[in-house]
């Protein structure tokens, strides 16, 4: 700013003395214009200095900005330093033509350069933190070399296991007069730093976020899931469903196809904006067995093209095998195993196949029988023991369902060992106990019943007409426990005790009718039949393909029941990715089964497991669905809420970029304009 | 006659083209000395111009007895009386005076006080050339110099003198130093003031010289101009330095050159108006011209 003061004062005219006469007269007329000459000066001074200055920031443009409020230059103080560069899938969005990585590595590469004092570390971030070196170093040009290779990986950003990372670097080194600096380099993605809590770092850490996402976030559309409606059986068409998540502002038509063997299955539909939207097809796969495949979106160009496709893994079951554990006599009719079994099995038709019923006392029935049963049906078991019902609980919580027909009393017992042996992974809504002494429990009807939920969806308007003649007899008291889930209970009788409970249990799924068919009139009423059906086709459609899991994080998947043994088990993984074997993970035999292993999903893709040519389980490596929303927390969430009392400065690369590109160009103009007035001033004056 | 030939502002040559022009007035004047100007008194020699009835007191002397005889009645005749005119040239010697002044070696406009020597030393010696009286008074902040009227040749010569040595005073008092003068002057007569009336009160000015008027003095102004005073010179800056003590002021002459101008003419035309109200005559020089061109004009105007 001094300049145009001195260039004022350097130009500013010499004046020549000379002798005047009349000097009089030239003072009466200086003094005249004295104050207009005054101001005319000033304006002058003023225009100059202001254009100077302008020219100045315009000039010094690309060096705003540059120097980062961290760096303290003159501090002597032993400084750590650790960058956390964001390695998620989102960094590879593309916005202007640009990833997102090539603007995270140069600002990464920058932290991580030589500084004197300095010890750096960096951690790549995605769904497990990565550091480089086990505790910062001086070894910068290793740093520079690891941002320079980094690569945006198919995973999401799993925030706080890398603040943890960073937390228990900065914990391990330097004293209480060490400063500790944490830059974050990453797109700050809604969906993955919305919960990050800085608050596990050291008080006194400084932290700088590097945000290199776009100003505008740049539309996408991501395939989020690929699976089907239920139990897939051979031969049987299904709903085939592909959930699109369209991440843009505009409604946009979609065309997704989804290639599973040789066929190909061609999906159409509008995904309106900001939203997730369901694609359905019906197909049907001929051959029992797992198929593998890819969905793809068609025609379509957006932010981030990985999530355009995905791997698919359906499973197609033969026709389900029932398996009715009862001491009834199958020659007891009319008795409740008969109606259920009636029920379960209606007349097959010539085009259908039929359906297997296995009948069997459950107190002899192998281990390998139940576990190759699709659906457990349990109706006066009698009292089972703790070992037959800790096999229960296993095969439930690796999918499989059971129905529960709860008649005598002992069945109270059976229940609540069934729920001790599941642990937490069933939580009962009701506790069922046995009818008092002299209580007898007849002509019970239904008073509430959950319409809208399957199994009772059937019915549709009518359920009401249908249901009200019914009348129960048998069954158990319950008794709501606190804090349960009460959406469970599905039906409850006129004395507040449940009839129909359906509740989770690790992957499959308990349901209990508490009711004794024999002695009620439900198997007589037109209700029956459907009711049941639909029960157990909820119960059978648990049994599903497995949901794809996320690339990148761990994995622990069950093989399939009827797998067997470890033995002559192998993974293998997508032919055109080349993978060591030690990142498939490994195969472990345990009590309920063999379980798949690893600390780390692979890169999206199909993996199975193969005994021989026989393909036992298959399973799908996809990008998780989080990445595909690109848009980046707001700064304020950033620095204020999440800060958790550290010291969060934010700084948004790109917009910093454009706010400079804007900003040049006003000052231009500025500039220019304060030299077009100071033309207009002289001119004005008449100098 | 006998004329000093060291003064350097005396061109005998240049005045020889002058030599049949006299100064002289139109009014009736006063005079010691017998002359070639109408008396304002009209005495028994000189040319008849009329007669009067003879009235108690009269000189008997001037009786016209023809008339008396023939017609009974007495009538005097009248003689228009001639004398000699005086003149004092007052020559201002402020510093503003100096202006214009050349180095040795350059051409130019002669500064407005040498102007004024030349053009003294001519006009007395013209008036001297008709066997009238002049005198000379140098005014500064008060009356330097007086020399009583006088038409002798080492009269004339003082008086050449006196201009040839006239040097500037930085300060002016012009209506202070014709009051000393107007104390000194016994006798009406003419009186030449040569000055550019650059001072601070120019009413004052104006009102010492209603003294002379109503003392019956004929009275002239000249105003002198230099051509460097009518209009500022062209460049970026200068610092103008004052030659009276008022101190300088630096600006951008083009800045002010307009307003400059109508300032100086404001002035000029402020004199004439103010000589013209107060029965004065006003002549405006520039050095520019020719100091003798100005006297012949000057001169033929005054015969008429």
Partial sequence: ?687 | MLVRKNSRYLDLRALTSLQHLRFTTKRRIDGAYSGRHQSRQLGGSGEFVDFREYTPGDDLRRLDWKVLARTGKAFLRVYQDETNLTCTILIDASGSMRFGQLKPGRTGPLAKLEYAQYFATALSHLICGGQDQVGLAVSAEKLREFVPPGSTPDHLARIHQSIEKLRTWPATDLGHSLRQLFERLSRRGILLIISDFLCDDLADTFAALRLFLSRHFEIILLHVIHPLEERLPTGTAYRFEGLEREGGVSCSPAEISQAYEERFEAHCTAVRTLALATGCDYRRVSTAASYIAALTGFLVERTG
């Fill in chain 1, 1 to 687: 700013m001094a300049v145009p003061l001195v260039v004022h004062w350097l130009t500013r005219p010499r004046p020549m003395r000379i002798p005047f006469s009349t000097v009089r007269f030239v003072l009466e007329v200086v003094k005249q214009r004295r104050t207009r000459s005054h101001l005319r000066d000033l304006i002058i001074l003023l225009l100059r200095m202001a254009a100077v200055a302008l020219l100045a920031a315009v000039i010094a443009r690309p060096l705003v900005g540059e120097a980062t409020r961290l760096a303290a230059a003159d501090d002597k103080a032993e400084t750590v330093k650790i960058v956390m560069l964001d390695v998620s899938q989102s960094m590879g969005a593309t916005s202007q033509g640009i990833q997102t990585m090539a603007r995270a590595r140069p600002i990464a590469a920058r932290h991580v350069g030589y500084r004197s004092g300095t010890q750096t570390n960096l951690i790549l971030s995605g769904a497990s933190p990565l550091a480089v070196f086990d505790r910062p170093s001086t070894n910068f040009s290793t740093l520079v070399d690891e941002v320079s290779r980094s690569r945006p990986l198919p995973e999401r950003l799993q925030v706080q296991p890398a603040l943890n990372r960073a937390a228990e670097m900065f914990s391990k080194i330097g004293n209480e007069k060490t400063r500790r600096e944490l830059v974050i380099v990453s797109d700050f993605q809604r969906t993955n730093w919305a919960t990050a809590d800085f608050s596990v770092l050291p008080l006194k850490t400084v932290i700088q976020l590097e945000s290199v996402g776009a100003t505008q976030t740049p539309a996408n559309l991501a395939l989020l899931r690929v699976g089907c409606q239920g139990r897939i059986e051979a031969g049987r068409p299904f709903r085939l469903e592909v959930d699109v998540g369209n991440y843009s502002p505009t409604p946009r038509p979609v065309t997704v196809e989804v290639v599973i063997g040789e066929a190909l299955f061609r999906m159409q539909g509008q995904c309106s904006a900001g939203n997730r939207s369901t694609l359905v097809t019906e197909a049907t796969l001929p051959v029992a067995g797992w198929h593998t495949g890819l969905a793809r979106v068609v025609g379509i160009d957006d932010g981030l093209p990985d999530d355009n496709t995905r791997p698919v893994v359906l499973r197609a079951h033969p026709q389900p095998t029932y398996l009715l554990l009862t001491r009834q006599s199958p020659n007891l009719r009319p008795s409740s195993s008969y109606f259920i079994e009636r029920a379960l099995a209606p007349a097959a038709s010539k085009t259908q196949p039929q359906e297997r019923i296995i009948r069997a006392d459950p107190a002899r029935v192998e281990s390998d029988v139940l576990s190759n049963a699709n659906l457990l049906v349990l109706d006066h078991p009698g009292k089972l023991s703790y070992e037959r019902l800790e096999l229960l609980a296993a095969l439930m919580r690796r999918g499989r369902g059971i129905l529960y027909l709860a008649a005598e009393p002992i069945d109270a017992t059976n229940l609540k060992l069934l729920a001790k042996a599941a642990g937490s992974s069933l939580q009962l809504p009701v506790e069922f106990a046995p009818p008092a002494v002299g209580q007898v429990r007849k002509n019970l009807f239904l008073s509430d019943v959950q319409r809208k939920l399957p199994p009772f969806t059937v019915f549709g308007d009518e359920a009401q007409a249908i249901l009200a003649p019914v009348r129960f007899q048998g069954g158990l008291n319950s008794r709501r426990i606190e804090g349960a889930l009460l959406d469970d209970v599905l039906a409850t009788y006129n004395d507040q005790s449940a009839c129909l409970v359906v509740t989770a249990c690790g992957a499959g799924t308990l349901a209990i009718l508490n009711a004794d068919l024999g002695s009620s009139n439900l198997p007589s009423s037109p209700a029956f039949v459907p009711l049941i059906g639909e029960l157990s086709s909820e119960l059978l459609g648990l049994d599903r393909s497995p949901d794809a899991v996320p690339s990148g994080e761990p994995l622990a998947a069950y093989l399939p029941p009827g797998t067997g043994t470890l033995a002559n088990l192998r993974i293998e993984h997508p032919a055109e990715l080349n993978l060591e074997s030690t990142t498939l993970g490994e195969l472990h035999e345990e009590n309920v089964g063999v379980l798949w292993q690893s600390s780390a999903a692979g890169p999206p893709g199909v993996y199975s497991v193969r005994r021989g040519a026989e393909t036992v389980f298959a399973l799908a490596s996809a990008i998780p669905p989080e990445e595909a929303d690109l848009v980046s927390l707001a700064s304020d969430v950033m620095t204020d809420r999440l800060s958790g009392g550290r010291d969060v400065q934010y700084r948004s690369v790109l917009k910093e970029d454009e706010t400079h590109d804007q900003l040049w160009s006003w000052l231009a103009v500025a500039c220019l304009l304060c030299m077009v007035m100071e033309m207009l001033s002289l001119r004005l004056f008449k100098s």
